[in-house]
């Protein structure tokens, strides 16, 4: 383990200059050993310099390691564990194998290679985006499942907007969505009795680190890359969205209706014109509203209000603009 | 396999004598074989006289086992797989393992030996009952997970007013009730995301062949076998459960309210003042309505209509008197 204690000295340090010789004495070994870790972090990605005046870690690798991702997360629930992968072939189906165990924690790829969306959809899961599910066990009954829903989209949101400054919007049922390009998906998965849930495996996809052409869905998808013009640390990325997630869920446990307020508020489908496509067939009408039974109120074109509980929405004209 | 052809051949002759030459000689077996087979058959708990004309199957054994069973089940979908067990820790737990795969999938034990009721309660689970868990896979969204737990109910509660003519209530949220005592309990665990359902696992309980010695809940519980004054033929309710719960799951996906209807109709719990036991506190009101959503609406002493989704349900005076 001298490589990981070395690692964690030089994390510690992030910027600064470290003496071979006082890390070498303060962890008990050699600086030969010191040299050997530092060749080992290198070669794994970590920028550490070498001087007369020791090692610097002059900038963190992107990758989705538990240290890196544990460095600095202020959390008290979520990440309690983390279990990082290097692939697996969906963090929900390796989420959900954990579901009966510890709350909070969180499963992390570098890839996916069966990623799923909703309704069975393949979801793209290449490297450089942020593949990962996350445990809760809120105490509420699966007719309020949605919510653990909401809260998750709005987290994700704030967090893209803290961190980047980046306007997010919710495009119903829960794609975040930057300049009316996906940028996230969500997928929450659930396991309950009719009293209360079991398990929610709340899965998110982020196209942070993409390029256009590695994005599924062409126009209609962008990265965070592609939109703030810079790589981003995903591993400061993942721990936002923790926190943000660990925030919102306190929220929705106090069932104040705030999450539900700001999901709408920052909602790209209210007040738009809509293409409804649920299994017993389509229809078109205004989006008007989130309704406190997570159900998107359509009123059709005869004036009918349709509740639509599930089913793939198609914005048809821009918000604002109506017949 | 000799021994299964013999048990065929007596069983679609019950009650009638069959040669034993000529059931040696359809099978294309030894008279001797023939013998053999009767033999294990009996030690089984088959009744099966022999005389000069043959053999006769006089009863047929009280077992859960697949064949008994099966013998004149009609449905289309339940039972299709049909997975009986000698003891099994949880027929629920054991079925979610299952879950991924077949609908209609039917797993069934003798004796659980760690039985689960709501809220983590231990069912106790002895010889004589029937213990039984059910996949099916309705296509509706967890929201409505409830309409399961409905049809279910109802099912069993036609089931057993069909079989022995019993009057069987439901008390809120799903328990079966002859004369103000619960003779079966019903748990539904669900896998799903916010679009659909990926699984229902319905657990029934049914005190069937039991003394009330052997009762859980003493004088709150009764069994078939004590109210009607005879054992029952638990293979025939098991099927007849089947039957009913595959066509209530066909009212249910069919959305018609007829199973709620016929639920508030059957229900105890209705028009009675009642206190509620909640995560949140306790309190006490009339009992007014089954909701659309599948709550329990109470009016509150002060007039305020609470509506319930989760909790426990003391009936506190019988349904009628009113203060």
Redesign the interface.
């Known amino acids: 383990m001298t490589r990981e204690e070395v690692k964690r000295g030089l994390i510690g340090g992030l910027g600064s200059w470290i003496s071979g010789q006082e890390l070498a004495a303060s962890l008990g070994i050699s600086r030969a050993a010191v040299w050997k870790a530092v060749a080992s972090l290198r070669a794994e990605g970590y920028e550490i310099e070498a001087s007369k005046r020791g090692y610097r870690l002059s900038a963190l690798p992107d990758l989705l390691t538990e240290d890196l991702i544990r460095e600095g997360l202020r959390t008290e629930l979520l990440g309690r564990r983390i279990i990082a992968s290097e692939a697996l072939p969906s963090t929900n189906a390796e989420a959900k194998r954990f579901a009966a165990s510890e709350e909070g924690t969180v499963v992390i790829a570098e890839v996916q290679t069966a990623g799923r969306g909703?309704?069975d959809r393949s979801w793209h899961s290449p490297r450089g985006g942020v593949w990962m599910s996350i445990i809760l066990k809120p105490?509420i009954?699966?007719?309020?499942?949605?919510r653990v829903?909401i809260a998750a989209a709005v987290a994700v949101a704030r967090a893209l907007e803290g961190l980047y400054g980046l306007e997010v919007k919710i495009k119903w049922?829960?794609d975040l969505m930057v300049g009316g390009r996906k940028v996230s998906g969500i997928?929450?998965?659930?396991?309950?009795?009719?009293?209360?849930l079991?398990y929610a495996v709340v899965g998110i996809g982020i196209n942070a680190n993409l390029d256009p052409g590695d994005l599924a869905g062409g126009w209609k998808a962008t990265s965070i890359s592609s939109e703030i013009g810079r790589k981003v640390l995903r591993a400061e990325l993942v721990r936002r969205v923790l926190e943000e997630l660990e925030g919102a869920s306190q929220e929705m446990e106090a069932s104040s209706g705030r999450l539900q307020e700001e999901w709408s508020i920052r909602s790209e489908t209210l007040g738009r014109r809509v293409r409804i496509l649920a299994?017993d067939g389509e229809f078109e009408g205004l989006a008007e509203a989130l309704e406190a039974?997570?159900s998107l109120a359509v009123r059709r074109d005869g004036g009918l209000l349709e509740r639509v509980?599930?089913?793939d929405c198609v914005h048809l004209r821009p918000a604002g603009e109506r017949i």
């Open positions: 909703r309704m105490q009954p699966p007719a309020q499942a949605f829903n049922p829960n997928l929450t998965e659930i396991g309950a009795d009719m009293d209360r079991d299994r039974d997570g509980i599930a089913g």
